[in-house]
């Protein structure tokens, strides 16, 4: 019944799309759906009985390894840089043993650090296997905070202080794409 809902259509269309751009299968992203009857008035009633209404939620799940050596990489762009600046180091980042790059990270080390653009297939590597997806939306726990609202429309200022589980933060936007404000 709840795989017959509109919420688990919608997020199982949400989820082909992750499938699609991660390049990963059914085993990795799937769509979790739930339910919770909640008691209330309906709608045009001039009854002040409540009768149970059905909310059904559904939610992409992303579940995979990641490798943590691609962070390596950022390493050694690091000290590149330092190195650029004139910092003498008795190492490279890169000869540290147990932190070699594995095979498919070395070409993308060399590019980064040679400050050029990554390939699309490069892109796509990284995406699959290396770089962490966030679901987090962190809402606004205290309710007091006045913060600009990031809506997939724009940016406006609130009239009010929003409180508990209204104001999402990290609310990305439907492409999955996080609004980044400009610092103040």
Known sequence: MLQATTAYAE????????R???????????????????????AGSRSVLLSPVLYVTAAVVLRRRIDWRYQLIAL???????????????AQAAGVQGWELPSALQPIARRLVAGQALTQTQEALLRRRYLMQSAHWN????????LTYAADAGVSELPYRPG?????????????KRVVLPNA
Do not use: C, S
Request: no cysteine; proline share 3%.
């Open 139 to 146: 809402f606004d726990a205290l309710g007091d905070t006045a």
């Open 164 to 176: 508990p589980g209204l104001f999402y933060i990290n609310r990305p936007t439907v492409d999955g």
């Open 76 to 90: 050694q762009v690091m000290q590149q840089h330092a190195i650029d600046a004139g910092v003498q180091w008795r």
């Open 20 to 42: 699609q751009q991660l390049g990963v299968g059914d085993k990795e992203i799937w769509v979790d759906v739930w339910h919770q009857w909640q008691q209330q008035r309906r």
């Open 11 to 18: 997020t199982q269309a949400d989820a082909e799309r992750w």
